[in-house]
């Protein structure tokens, strides 16, 4: 069974940066796609960016393009998510979801088996 836990949310002001982590265990083969997902209060579930083990593909939503870096460590299924330039509206509550198997669409988050229990992000103005 795949696991994920989040971690490295918290409160930081409007232009600041913050990196996330997750890690995630339960890989049988050994390729996986793991995503971030955001919700902020009153909207929906969003795509952040996402990125897949066996051919590096990275990928990111508009609204992050150019603040935001996926990255992975090559030693074990860990990936980071480097927030830079946070806006307010960046605040959410942030998820990492994985998979072993790389989804048709990669902010579609019904590909993804394995979902971590959300870390805050606050971006104050």
């Known amino acids: 069974e795949v696991q994920v836990v989040e971690s490295g949310g918290g409160l930081v002001q409007a232009g600041g940066s913050l990196r996330l982590t997750c890690a995630a265990s339960g890989f049988i083969f050994d390729d996986y796609a793991i995503a971030w997902f955001r919700q902020a209060p009153g909207k929906n579930l969003e795509g952040v960016s996402g990125i897949i083990k066996s051919d590096g593909r990275t990928f990111y939503a508009d609204s992050v393009k150019g603040r935001f870096t996926i990255s992975r460590d090559k030693a074990k299924p860990t990936v980071y998510l480097q927030m830079n330039s946070l806006k307010p509206e960046d605040t959410a509550v942030y998820f990492c979801?994985?998979?072993?198997?790389?989804?048709?669409?990669?902010?579609?988050?019904?590909?993804?088996?394995?979902w971590g229990q959300g870390t805050q992000v606050t971006v104050s103005s």
């Open positions: 979801a994985a998979d072993p198997y790389r989804p048709g669409i990669w902010n579609n988050a019904a590909e993804y088996s394995a």
